[in-house]
């Protein structure tokens, strides 16, 4: 039986949580619009008697935007293949801040906005999805993030239910035990603690926010400038923090939030260079995600103004 006469409000009304489903199984603002557009285009490429035939519209979005996202994500594994250097996500801008918030082309609203700011797009989170297959993934996002129930993902990923559970159940060994998140407000005081060591270019004070292991990540896209591998270790990470900053002088760096967390923007000649996410533990930093590749900081062109 379906539906009678489903309303344009209804339907449009699920483009914040495509966009939600979409960013978090893409881990890009960009490609994650593209497969909410594509999903809406084949919806509207329906006669309205099948629009009508459809019970849940939502659903049905949901089910054609996650399997365009799994072919991207197959065709994403080669993509970033030929990447140059490391890819990470696209960072996300916190609308409440006014870096990149507002509204985008013809006055809709910009997708990053539209994207809630929660444990599952942290930047470290992010990186775990990308060492899944697409499949797990897809299981792993839909099941555990957004509890959708494996008969549905079954219909996404043309597999039998138990075939699902047991991709999430691969996946959720990819992401491991949890560990407890350093509070938010030491998050905050470290990363703050950071900023003013690296304006400072005191790298004694930067080896000591360091963890003796951490490991710094950076993201130019073959555009910019950046490390092609990730570099290991407090020491050379503050080494080359400073020279960074030695390199270009009047460098200003922002306190912002980035995917929900305390992170910093680093802008230039009030155009932003790059956002920095870190994970903290224990008082000093783990992980630094360092994104200057241009493509993926357009959220963030406001973030100095």
């Known amino acids: 039986m379906g539906t009678v006469g489903t309303g344009p409000d209804e339907v449009t009304g699920e483009r914040r949580q495509l966009l939600n489903v979409a960013y978090r199984l893409l ?16 919806w509207y490429g329906l006669s309205r008697g099948r629009q009508d035939e459809i019970l849940s519209p ?15 994500l197959g065709s994403a594994r080669a993509r970033r293949e030929r990447y140059v250097g490391m890819w990470l996500p696209e960072p996300l801008p916190d609308r409440t801040e006014g870096a990149g918030s507002g509204a985008g082309p013809a006055g809709h609203a910009d997708p ?22 697409p499949a797990e993934r897809v299981a792993f996002v839909l099941h555990d993030v957004f509890r959708y129930p494996f008969a549905e993902i079954a219909l996404v990923l043309g597999r039998t239910p138990p075939a699902c559970k047991q991709l999430a159940a ?12 350093e509070a938010a407000t030491r998050r905050a005081d470290v990363v703050r603690s950071v900023r003013k060591a690296w304006e400072a270019m ?23 400038g950046a490390v092609l591998r990730p570099v290991v ?14 390199k270009a002088p009047g460098l200003q760096l922002l306190e912002r ?29 783990t992980r630094i995600w360092a994104v200057r590749n241009p493509e993926k900081l357009r959220p963030w062109a406001r973030a100095g103004r």
């Open 257 to 285: 939030s980035v995917n929900g967390a305390p992170g910093l923007v680093a802008l230039h000649g009030g155009a932003v260079m790059t956002v920095a996410s870190f994970d903290v533990s224990d008082g000093r930093v």
């Open 112 to 133: 990053a906005d539209q994207i809630v700011l929660d444990d599952s797009v942290s930047m470290a989170f992010l990186v775990v999805l990308e060492s899944m297959t």
């Open 27 to 42: 881990g890009s603002v960009t490609e994650a619009e593209d497969a909410v557009q594509d999903a809406y285009a084949r």
């Open 170 to 181: 691969s996946a959720r060994k990819r992401v491991g035990v949890p560990r407890a998140q």
């Open 202 to 224: 005191d790298i004694a004070a930067l080896v000591g926010l360091l963890d003796p292991a951490a490991v710094m990540t950076a993201d130019g896209g073959g555009t910019v």
């Open 58 to 72: 939502g659903a049905w979005l949901t089910t054609v935007t996650s399997r365009i996202c799994l072919d991207v």
């Open 233 to 246: 270790g407090g020491t050379r990470i503050a080494q080359y923090m400073a020279g960074i900053a030695g």
